[in-house]
């Protein structure tokens, strides 16, 4: 016989018998009792049916290791070309990664399996199909443990292997220089087209969520549209809808629904008669598609219908997933009971020992019980849930318990409530989708794979605030990114919109990188700040969508609204009683009253957490955040802001006035910290505790390296000092150590500070710098707090000394020796706070520093807690004798302030007091004390209610440098013998180291417009 028609006969041979082992496999399917089909001698195997098997019931190590083996002793065509079934591989392996919570590695095999796919995009094609499909009667006849359609449908049974013909480039077409192009044919292997096609759609569906809107413009999700498009199957065949299927998930990762939903409908039906194995996957993606357009009971439907279908055709993911967004969509809508879905589902997955689904479902159960306050079915389902986990402890279930636990414990006001969600919190950022979207963004952008104009457009959807339907979905999610810090993304965000000279927009992404990097300081990433905001704040100051927020949350939670009532009255009557001149027995009888209203302080605080975890949107009202042309318009003619962002390149400078801006680089950071450290010895601060001699102090040495400094700083900004009435400067880095002040200019060919010729105030933000809307109060108490930086060594003298003090301000009283209250809670009841007593802010704990230092403070005298309620505290807040680095030279310790960015305590400092309502803060980078330091405060003082602060601040420093001090009430000046006693304060060491902090002109009381109803709580802010 011939050699090829031997060959033909082999090849035919081989063929009948795969055909009939495939026969043969397809009739005994073996379902184990685990709903996981094992298909005889298919490809895969049923190893790999068995390891998601193991997943479903929570063994996910053991189903790693075998997935792990199943890729790496995947088929191999040729030498070293993966075949098919490494998409199955790869994509379960990716599954197994994603339910750990290990996110970048679950997205590196979704990628892979991708990959494999778009090796072989037209597999399916070559698929040699043997029968139509057929009505399953067997599975007809099952009964849904949980809910019942409202579909009418016929499910279709489906062979489960085919058989492919497999090409490979062939040695000899290899030593010709062929590609992949050129491929020579192999026997007939079979497949199971409907796994791999399973795998093929989780792949794309799990990279559609961990990509998000990176999806559009990620070549394998672009590469994955055009290659559906050409069509993957033979043209007419009922298979198509598996194509469809594939091209509407497609559609969906390149963000296009609508088109997406067109596809997603053809593939529910094969042949428009039956559902098949994938029909629960469209339908999955058709409810994400009505959830995500608010359209809850649609979306319900189609969710409880995936599950159906996913039931009958046992696919434990699709189950999973149908539950999971179900669950979602039932919490957005705002139920008023149970999904009835759940138990008998929950039932049916304990009978078949699928732990995963049992956890899952018992989590679902639970959340809802918390929504609906119903803790005792909420303890129960945890602990259900929780029994059952096993190696899914430490991954995404896992978390979810302990996001559920501690917001049980919020539910019943447990105290450790706070701690348990701030650990689960930290768990969760390293499982977030949304940070991994944010490290993929600025690698791809570094990378250059993201060009800028996409950059842009990526970025402000990924650090734009958050959405009604991000807090109404995902609001854990949602919770994570906003405590994780992410400049280095805004960093990309800036220089993005840099290269397309949009200085507009440049100057808004560096304030909204400032307020996150508030925000992500605080507790939930400024959540709760933004719910005391938008519920305390007098409504006059919100904006027409926190008013609607507000009156949502009212409605939604009416004791909160009496909790605010009864502690607003039990304000009021602490400001009639708690007056100037009253004594120590009328101090301790208003300890019942004090206490009384910390206590409803705190209970609105456990409310607070409450609401802050449930699915409300809510707006971030503060730092405001102010539209370049709008910011313009706001300032005067001979006004300018200079604003600085520290970035990894270098400081960048931002000048803006109300007819021009420009932008530039600084001088690099090692130059300008040189130059800062300089100046700042040059003035006197090598440590706390130097002495500088009168000799020094008559030296002009200073001017010199100021100079240096302020080129570091202004080079290239075009500013015209000369012009200048009032400079407003946002600093960041270094730049808050900078005595401003003091630095000299040229002034008709001399060299002045600064100061002699504008007035200088800061802002930690630009809107916080123009965008003061809230009304000064009439000053019915001024706090005096401590007597320590106050000349004099004796206890008269300093008595003496603030007796002056007390006259310059109106109603000043003394907070009494044993507080009836923390700190926070008595220092909201001042309109103006003056501490003299010396405050170190510590750049390694920024939040920790007490803005009122009384020795029998409580443990509740941080600023950490000031940002508590009562959320409005005094309007003026003075702080003379705090200390800083700058004291230093500059220096930071690098073991104390490894964990913070240079500038970092000041920001949060002025950022924090002005969130509690302060509008102006006069706070020192460096310790004076002594004559200098009352004689400028009390001059700022006197003058502040009949001006600006930034004019009452000019005024005050000018009249200072004229005065004759005596040294030996001045703490940190030494004279020798031949020292003359009296001393000019002429030099800067004596108030360049203050800074003034304002927020601009307020806007007086009489001007606004506000009835009589709204006029006491402006007055009386709570």
């Given at each position: 016989?011939p050699?090829?028609?031997?060959?033909?006969?082999?090849r035919?041979?081989l063929?009948?018998?795969?055909?009939?082992?495939?026969?043969s496999?397809?009739?005994?399917?073996?379902?184990n009792?685990?709903g996981i089909?094992?298909?005889?001698n298919?490809?895969?195997?049923?190893?790999?049916?068995?390891?998601?098997q193991?997943?479903?019931?929570a063994d996910?190590?053991?189903?790693e290791?075998?997935?792990?083996?199943?890729v790496?002793?995947?088929?191999k065509?040729?030498?070293a070309n993966r075949?098919l079934d490494?998409?199955?591989?790869y994509?379960l392996?990716g599954?197994?990664y994603y339910?750990?919570?290990?996110?970048?590695?679950?997205?590196?095999?979704?990628?892979q399996a991708c990959?494999?796919y778009?090796?072989?995009?037209?597999w399916?094609i070559?698929i040699q199909?043997?029968?139509?499909?057929?009505i399953?009667?067997?599975q007809?006849?099952?009964?849904l443990?949980w809910g019942?359609?409202?579909?009418?449908f016929?499910?279709?049974?489906f062979?489960?292997n085919?058989?492919?013909?497999?090409?490979?480039?062939t040695?000899e077409?290899?030593?010709?220089?062929a590609d992949s192009?050129?491929?020579g044919p192999?026997p007939?292997?079979?497949?199971?087209?409907?796994?791999i096609?399973?795998a093929?759609a989780?792949?794309i569906r799990r990279?559609?969520?961990?990509l998000?809107?990176l999806g559009?413009?990620?070549a394998?999700?672009?590469?994955?549209v055009a290659?559906f498009s050409?069509g993957?199957?033979?043209?007419?065949?009922?298979s198509?809808?598996?194509?469809?299927l594939q091209?509407?998930l497609?559609?969906?990762?390149?963000g296009?629904p609508d088109?997406?939903e067109?596809y997603?409908?053809?593939?529910?039906?094969?042949?428009?008669?039956?559902?098949?194995p994938?029909?629960?996957?469209?339908m999955l993606?058709?409810?994400?598609?009505?959830m995500e357009?608010?359209n809850?009971?649609a979306?319900?439907?189609l969710f409880?219908?995936?599950?159906?279908?996913a039931?009958?055709?046992e696919d434990l993911?699709a189950?999973d997933?149908?539950?999971?967004?179900?669950t979602m969509n039932?919490l957005?809508s705002?139920?008023?009971?149970f999904d009835?879905?759940?138990?008998?589902?929950?039932?049916?997955a304990?009978q078949?020992r699928?732990?995963?689904?049992v956890?899952?479902?018992?989590?679902?159960l639970?959340?809802?019980?918390?929504?609906?306050?119903n803790a005792?079915v909420?303890?129960?389902?945890?602990?259900?849930?929780?029994a059952?986990?096993?190696d899914?402890?430490?991954?995404?279930?896992?978390n979810?318990?302990?996001y559920?636990?501690?917001?049980?414990?919020?539910?019943q006001?447990?105290?450790?409530?706070?701690t348990?969600?701030a650990?689960?919190l930290?768990e969760?950022i390293?499982?977030?989708?949304h940070?991994l979207?944010?490290?993929?963004?600025?690698q791809?952008?570094?990378?250059?794979?993201?060009?800028a104009r996409?950059a842009?457009?990526?970025?402000?959807?990924l650090l734009?605030?958050?959405?009604?339907a991000?807090?109404?979905?995902?609001?854990?999610?949602?919770?994570?990114?906003l405590k994780?810090p992410?400049?280095?993304a805004y960093?990309r965000?800036l220089d993005?919109v840099l290269?397309?000279?949009?200085?507009?927009?440049a100057?808004?992404?560096?304030?909204?990188?400032?307020?996150?990097?508030?925000?992500s300081?605080?507790?939930?990433?400024g959540?709760l700040?933004?719910?005391?905001?938008?519920?305390?704040?007098?409504?006059?100051?919100?904006?027409?969508?926190?008013?609607n927020?507000?009156?949502?949350?009212?409605?939604?939670?009416?004791?909160?609204?009496?909790?605010?009532?009864?502690?607003?009255?039990l304000r009021?009557?602490?400001?009639?009683?708690w007056?100037?001149g009253?004594d120590d027995?009328q101090?301790?009888?208003?300890?019942?009253l004090?206490?009384?209203?910390?206590?409803?302080?705190?209970a609105?605080?456990?409310?607070l957490?409450?609401i802050?975890?449930q699915?409300?949107?809510?707006d971030m009202?503060?730092?405001?955040?102010?539209?370049?042309?709008t910011?313009q318009k706001?300032l005067q003619?001979g006004?300018?802001?200079?604003v600085?962002?520290?970035s990894?390149?270098?400081v960048?400078g931002?000048?803006?006035?109300?007819?021009?801006?420009t932008?530039w680089?600084?001088a690099p950071?090692?130059?300008?910290g040189?130059?800062l450290?300089?100046?700042?010895?040059?003035?006197g601060?090598?440590d706390?505790?130097?002495?500088?001699q009168?000799?020094?102090?008559?030296?002009?040495a200073w001017e010199a390296?100021?100079?240096?400094l302020l080129e570091?700083?202004f080079a290239?900004?075009s500013?015209?000092?000369?012009a200048?009435?009032?400079l407003?400067v946002?600093p960041d880095?270094?730049?808050?150590?900078?005595p401003?002040?003091?630095?000299?200019i040229?002034?008709d060919?001399?060299?002045?500070?600064l100061i002699?010729?504008?007035?200088?105030?800061l802002?930690?933000?630009v809107?916080l710098?123009v965008?003061?809307?809230q009304?000064?109060?009439?000053?019915k108490?001024?706090?005096?707090?401590g007597?320590?930086?106050?000349?004099?060594e004796?206890?008269e003298?300093?008595?003496e000394a603030?007796?002056?003090?007390?006259?310059t301000?109106?109603?000043?009283?003394?907070?009494?020796?044993?507080?009836?209250?923390?700190?926070?809670?008595?220092g909201?009841?001042t309109d103006?706070l003056?501490?003299l007593?010396?405050?170190e802010?510590?750049?390694?704990?920024?939040l920790?520093?007490?803005?009122i230092?009384l020795?029998?403070?409580s443990?509740q005298s941080s600023l950490?807690?000031?940002?508590?309620l009562?959320?409005?505290?005094?309007q003026?807040v003075?702080?003379?004798?705090?200390?800083?680095?700058?004291?230093r030279?500059g220096?930071?310790s690098?073991?104390?302030?490894a964990?913070a960015?240079?500038g970092t305590?000041?920001f949060?400092?002025?950022?924090?007091?002005?969130s509690t309502g302060a509008?102006?803060?006069l706070?020192?980078n460096w310790?004076?004390g002594?004559?200098?330091?009352?004689?400028?405060?009390r001059e700022f003082?006197?003058?502040?209610?009949?001006t600006?602060a930034?004019?009452a601040?000019?005024r005050?420093?000018?009249?200072?440098?004229e005065?004759q001090?005596?040294v030996?009430?001045e703490?940190?000046?030494?004279?020798s013998?031949?020292?003359?006693?009296?001393?000019a304060a002429?030099?800067?060491?004596?108030w360049?180291g203050?800074?003034?902090i304002?927020?601009?002109?307020p806007?007086?009381?009489e001007?606004?417009e506000?009835?009589e109803?709204?006029?006491?709580?402006v007055?009386?802010?709570?």
């Amino acid at each position: 016989m011939p050699t090829f028609l031997i060959r033909q006969f082999r090849r035919f041979l081989l063929a009948a018998l795969v055909l009939a082992s495939g026969h043969s496999a397809d009739a005994q399917i073996s379902l184990n009792g685990s709903g996981i089909a094992t298909r005889g001698n298919s490809i895969p195997s049923a190893t790999y049916f068995n390891a998601i098997q193991r997943m479903y019931k929570a063994d996910y190590r053991d189903a790693e290791r075998t997935f792990t083996r199943e890729v790496r002793g995947a088929l191999k065509i040729g030498v070293a070309n993966r075949w098919l079934d490494s998409i199955a591989y790869y994509s379960l392996l990716g599954e197994v990664y994603y339910h750990q919570g290990r996110t970048t590695e679950a997205l590196t095999q979704y990628d892979q399996a991708c990959r494999m796919y778009l090796q072989n995009p037209n597999w399916m094609i070559r698929i040699q199909f043997q029968r139509e499909p057929q009505i399953d009667v067997n599975q007809q006849r099952k009964i849904l443990p949980w809910g019942k359609s409202k579909r009418q449908f016929t499910l279709g049974r489906f062979p489960g292997n085919e058989l492919i013909q497999v090409f490979e480039v062939t040695q000899e077409a290899i030593r010709q220089g062929a590609d992949s192009r050129f491929m020579g044919p192999r026997p007939f292997r079979q497949i199971d087209v409907i796994e791999i096609n399973r795998a093929l759609a989780l792949a794309i569906r799990r990279r559609n969520e961990l990509l998000g809107p990176l999806g559009p413009e990620d070549a394998i999700s672009r590469q994955l549209v055009a290659a559906f498009s050409r069509g993957t199957t033979i043209p007419n065949h009922w298979s198509k809808a598996w194509a469809d299927l594939q091209l509407g998930l497609a559609q969906m990762g390149v963000g296009k629904p609508d088109q997406a939903e067109k596809y997603l409908n053809r593939a529910l039906l094969v042949g428009g008669q039956f559902d098949h194995p994938l029909t629960s996957v469209a339908m999955l993606e058709l409810g994400r598609i009505q959830m995500e357009a608010g359209n809850f009971q649609a979306a319900a439907d189609l969710f409880a219908e995936a599950s159906y279908s996913a039931f009958y055709f046992e696919d434990l993911s699709a189950i999973d997933d149908a539950f999971q967004l179900r669950t979602m969509n039932h919490l957005a809508s705002g139920p008023r009971g149970f999904d009835p879905l759940l138990e008998p589902a929950a039932l049916w997955a304990s009978q078949k020992r699928f732990h995963h689904l049992v956890a899952r479902l018992n989590f679902a159960l639970a959340e809802q019980a918390i929504h609906l306050g119903n803790a005792k079915v909420a303890q129960a389902a945890l602990n259900t849930g929780k029994a059952r986990m096993r190696d899914a402890a430490a991954g995404r279930l896992g978390n979810q318990l302990r996001y559920l636990t501690a917001r049980l414990q919020f539910l019943q006001q447990r105290d450790s409530a706070g701690t348990a969600l701030a650990q689960a919190l930290q768990e969760k950022i390293g499982m977030s989708a949304h940070n991994l979207q944010l490290q993929l963004a600025n690698q791809r952008y570094d990378q250059q794979q993201l060009r800028a104009r996409t950059a842009v457009q990526v970025y402000q959807a990924l650090l734009g605030d958050p959405s009604v339907a991000q807090w109404m979905l995902r609001p854990w999610e949602t919770l994570a990114r906003l405590k994780t810090p992410h400049l280095q993304a805004y960093n990309r965000w800036l220089d993005a919109v840099l290269s397309r000279k949009d200085m507009a927009a440049a100057l808004e992404i560096s304030d909204l990188a400032k307020r996150h990097r508030f925000h992500s300081s605080l507790a939930w990433g400024g959540r709760l700040a933004a719910l005391r905001d938008v519920l305390e704040k007098p409504e006059n100051l919100l904006s027409e969508n926190a008013r609607n927020q507000r009156n949502e949350l009212l409605l939604r939670y009416p004791q909160y609204q009496e909790a605010m009532n009864t502690g607003r009255q039990l304000r009021r009557e602490l400001s009639q009683q708690w007056q100037a001149g009253i004594d120590d027995a009328q101090q301790r009888e208003l300890t019942k009253l004090w206490r009384q209203w910390d206590n409803s302080l705190d209970a609105r605080e456990k409310m607070l957490g409450q609401i802050g975890l449930q699915r409300a949107a809510v707006d971030m009202q503060f730092p405001p955040i102010l539209p370049t042309p709008t910011l313009q318009k706001k300032l005067q003619p001979g006004q300018a802001i200079a604003v600085f962002h520290d970035s990894p390149s270098g400081v960048l400078g931002f000048l803006l006035t109300s007819t021009a801006s420009t932008s530039w680089q600084c001088a690099p950071k090692k130059v300008l910290g040189k130059n800062l450290s300089d100046f700042l010895r040059d003035l006197g601060n090598y440590d706390a505790n130097y002495e500088v001699q009168v000799a020094d102090l008559s030296e002009n040495a200073w001017e010199a390296s100021g100079v240096r400094l302020l080129e570091s700083l202004f080079a290239g900004s075009s500013i015209d000092f000369e012009a200048l009435e009032e400079l407003i400067v946002v600093p960041d880095g270094l730049v808050w150590y900078v005595p401003l002040t003091a630095l000299p200019i040229a002034v008709d060919g001399e060299l002045v500070p600064l100061i002699t010729k504008a007035q200088v105030r800061l802002s930690p933000t630009v809107g916080l710098a123009v965008g003061n809307e809230q009304p000064w109060r009439r000053v019915k108490r001024s706090g005096l707090v401590g007597q320590q930086i106050l000349p004099g060594e004796s206890e008269e003298e300093k008595l003496e000394a603030l007796a002056a003090l007390r006259k310059t301000v109106e109603n000043p009283i003394s907070f009494p020796d044993d507080l009836p209250a923390p700190t926070p809670a008595m220092g909201a009841l001042t309109d103006t706070l003056i501490v003299l007593d010396e405050v170190e802010l510590d750049l390694a704990e920024p939040l920790q520093w007490a803005p009122i230092t009384l020795k029998r403070s409580s443990k509740q005298s941080s600023l950490s807690h000031w940002l508590l309620l009562p959320q409005f505290g005094p309007q003026r807040v003075i702080l003379p004798g705090a200390r800083t680095v700058a004291e230093r030279g500059g220096k930071i310790s690098k073991r104390k302030g490894a964990s913070a960015a240079p500038g970092t305590e000041l920001f949060l400092a002025s950022c924090g007091l002005m969130s509690t309502g302060a509008q102006t803060i006069l706070m020192s980078n460096w310790r004076v004390g002594g004559a200098s330091t009352e004689e400028l405060t009390r001059e700022f003082l006197q003058e502040l209610p009949y001006t600006t602060a930034s004019a009452a601040w000019q005024r005050s420093v000018q009249l200072t440098r004229e005065l004759q001090l005596d040294v030996e009430k001045e703490p940190r000046v030494k004279a020798s013998k031949d020292d003359a006693t009296d001393l000019a304060a002429v030099h800067p060491f004596f108030w360049a180291g203050y800074q003034l902090i304002d927020a601009g002109a307020p806007v007086l009381e009489e001007d606004l417009e506000i009835t009589e109803d709204e006029a006491e709580p402006v007055a009386q802010l709570e």
